[in-house]
C-alpha cells in the first residue's frame, strides 16, 4: 500500500484525516455512530505550553463537551479509551480519572477496564513519592463489542508448563498462542532517549496504541484522536490496516505527526517494537531491534527483515 489518502476533511473514501485546528469544530464535523475506536491523551490541565490552565471545574466542562460528541460519533460495538494522570494544584495531586469517570458513566458507557500504565522514567518528587503510572480508562458503548484478545497475547511466563493432573495431564496448560497481557501495562514512556522522541512533551509510545488498535478494532476500522499531538495514535492506526482521524491545536505538532506518517508511507519510520522486554540495568536483556514501518505492509516480515539493524544505544 505505502501511499494513503489523505484528506483535512472526514469522507469515508480516505485512510487519514488530520484536523489543524480546535477539537470541537472537527467533533461537529463527523458523522453518528462511525468510529471504532476513540482513543487519547487529553490535556492535564496543567499549563504545559499548549493549553492555558483553568479553574477545575471549567476544565471538567470542557472536556465534557468532548466526551459528549465522542459518544455520539462512536460505533455501537466500539470502545473509549481515555489515558489520563493527575492534576497537580500546590502539591496536591488530582487524578484525572476520578473526576471524568462519571461523565462517561452519565453518558450510558460501560468501563472494562482501568489500565494500568506503568513507566519507569518521570519527575522524582521530593515531598511525595515520585508518579510512576497513569491510567487509561477503556469504556464500551454497549455490552457488545470487539475484543481480538489473541492478537495482543504476550509470551507465558512458563511456555511448557504441563497439566500434571487429571484428564489433561501431560498437556500444556497455559494457551500456546500466549497469555492475556493483563490491566497492568509495563511500556516505556517517551523521554529523551527513546527513539520515537520529538519536541513533543508528552506524546505516546506507539506500542500503547497499537495494543488498544489490535485488540479493539478490526482492520478498515477508523481510529480517532480528538487530541492527536504527533500523530503516535494515526501512525499506530495506519500501521495496522485501519483509518485515523485526529484534531491538534498547534501547527508544529500537526507538522511532526505528517511527517511521521510521510516517513511511515516509505518506510522509514523507525518505532519501539511491542516484542521488546523493558530494559533492566543489571538484567539479562533480550534485545529487539527497533521496527521500521511502513503503512501497508505486515509488521512481522519487518521484525525479520531487521534483526541485523542493531543499535545497543537505543536502550528505553
Ligand atoms: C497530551 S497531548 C497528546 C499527545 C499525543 N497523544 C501524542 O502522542 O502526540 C494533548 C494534545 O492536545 C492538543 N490540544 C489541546 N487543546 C486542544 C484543542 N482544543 N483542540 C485540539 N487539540 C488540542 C495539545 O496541543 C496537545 O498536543
Given at each position: 500500500m505505502g501511499k494513503i489518502k489523505k484528506s483535512n476533511k472526514f469522507s469515508p473514501g480516505v485512510d487519514l484525516v488530520i484536523h489543524e485546528g480546535d477539537t470541537l469544530e472537527l467533533l461537529a464535523s463527523l458523522p453518528d455512530d462511525f468510529a471504532r475506536l476513540i482513543v487519547t491523551s487529553p490535556p492535564y490541565n496543567l499549563g504545559k505550553p499548549y493549553e492555558t490552565r483553568l479553574h477545575l471545574?471549567?476544565?471538567?466542562?470542557?472536556?465534557?463537551?468532548?466526551?459528549?460528541?465522542?459518544?455520539?460519533?462512536?460505533?455501537s460495538k466500539g470502545s473509549i479509551c481515555w489515558q489520563v494522570g493527575n492534576y497537580v494544584n500546590n502539591g496536591e495531586i488530582v487524578p484525572i480519572d476520578i473526576i471524568l469517570y462519571p461523565i462517561f458513566a452519565s453518558l450510558g458507557l460501560?468501563?472494562?477496564?482501568?489500565?494500568?500504565?506503568?513507566?519507569?522514567?518521570?519527575?522524582?518528587?521530593?515531598?511525595?513519592?515520585s508518579g510512576r503510572y497513569?491510567?487509561?480508562?477503556?469504556?464500551?458503548?454497549?455490552?457488545?463489542?470487539?475484543?481480538?484478545l489473541d492478537?495482543?497475547?504476550?509470551?507465558?511466563?512458563?511456555?511448557?508448563?504441563?497439566?500434571?493432573?487429571?484428564?489433561?495431564?501431560?498437556?500444556?496448560?497455559?494457551?500456546?498462542?500466549?497469555?492475556?497481557?493483563?490491566?497492568?501495562?509495563?511500556?516505556?514512556?517517551?523521554?529523551?532517549?527513546?527513539i520515537e522522541k520529538t519536541i513533543h512533551p508528552c506524546q505516546f509510545p506507539v506500542e500503547l496504541i497499537e495494543r488498544l488498535v489490535l485488540a479493539l478494532t478490526d482492520e478498515d476500522d477508523w481510529v480517532l484522536d480528538p487530541f492527536l499531538g504527533v500523530g503516535s495514535t494515526a501512525i499506530a492506526a495506519l500501521i495496522h490496516g485501519r483509518k485515523a482521524?485526529?484534531?491538534?491545536?498547534?501547527?508544529?505538532?500537526?507538522?511532526?505527526?505528517?511527517?511521521?506518517i510521510a516517513l511511515a508511507e516509505k518506510g522509514e519510520l523507525k518505532i519501539r517494537p511491542m516484542e521488546r522486554p523493558v530494559y533492566e540495568p543489571n538484567g539479562n536483556n533480550i534485545y529487539v531491534p527497533p521496527n521500521l514501518v511502513e503503512i501497508g505492509k505486515p509488521l512481522q516480515s519487518r521484525l525479520l527483515e531487521l534483526k541485523s539493524d542493531y543499535n545497543v544505544e537505543d536502550k528505553a
Open positions: 471545574d471549567e476544565y471538567i466542562d470542557q472536556q465534557r463537551k468532548v466526551i459528549t460528541e465522542c459518544v455520539r460519533i462512536l460505533n460501560h468501563l472494562r477496564n482501568r489500565i494500568i500504565w506503568h513507566f519507569g522514567h518521570g519527575l522524582h518528587a521530593s515531598k511525595r513519592f497513569e491510567v487509561i480508562l477503556w469504556f464500551t458503548k454497549g455490552n457488545e463489542y470487539i475484543f481480538n492478537a495482543v497475547r504476550i509470551p507465558q511466563m512458563y511456555p511448557n508448563k504441563k497439566h500434571f493432573k487429571g484428564p489433561k495431564k501431560g498437556q500444556l496448560s497455559g494457551n500456546p498462542l500466549g497469555k492475556n497481557p493483563s490491566d497492568v501495562w509495563e511500556i516505556p514512556n517517551v523521554k529523551s532517549n527513546h482521524i485526529g484534531a491538534e491545536i498547534m501547527p508544529d505538532y500537526v507538522e511532526i505527526a505528517r511527517s511521521r
